[in-house]
């Protein structure tokens, strides 16, 4: 499976706020120490979608730039699934988490990832499915990727949704 990058940071100082959460302060040195931890981190996951114990056979090679807002996946059409595109989400976590601890502001932390067809460097694009254990039964979660790989429409739900309206909300 894939796992998160991890985050190792000796931080220097911490303060517990009115609201009850905590701000940790570190020197600019020991942030950019973290941040070159994590692109490792990530470069290493990136990695072994392709070649390591984590592999995803469709995947060819993965490209990034410096901080994770274009990750490019390499695809072999051939053995290709809808599935596969699945890991755009995971992906896009990847990049807004790096992002967020670059210092990036929530409305300029952005992501595209786009799955490309090693053999003629065109975008493919899926519509996806998949259906996951809610409290009151099955939830599906539809996904529509453009050949751009822009996420197009998502629905929660399904048939025989019944979970509680607003719950949690």
């Known amino acids: 499976g894939v796992a998160l990058p991890r985050l190792v940071v000796a931080l220097l100082e911490q303060n517990l706020n009115e609201d009850g959460s905590v701000t940790y302060t570190m020197t600019k040195a020991k942030h950019k120490e973290m941040l070159t931890q994590m692109a490792s981190e990530m470069d290493e996951m990136l990695s072994s979608m392709v070649t390591g114990e984590g592999k995803i056979p469709a995947f060819t090679s993965v490209e990034h ?15 290709y699934t809808p599935m596969d595109a699945m890991y ?9 988490y790096y992002q967020a601890f670059e210092g990036l502001p929530e409305e300029d932390v952005d992501v595209v990832v786009s ?4 053999a003629d460097g065109e975008t493919v694009g899926y519509v996806v ?5 809610g409290y009151a039964g099955e939830i599906v979660v539809t996904v529509g990727l453009d050949a751009d790989n822009v996420i197009t429409g998502i629905n929660v ?8 309206a607003g719950l949690g909300a």
């Open 65 to 79: 730039n410096d901080n994770f807002s274009v990750i490019d996946i390499y695809v072999d059409t051939a053995v």
């Open 88 to 96: 755009a989400l995971v992906l896009f976590l990847v990049g807004a």
């Open 115 to 118: 799955f490309i067809d090693s």
């Open 129 to 133: 499915e998949t259906t996951v254990g």
């Open 157 to 164: 739900g399904g048939d025989n949704f019944s979970e509680t």
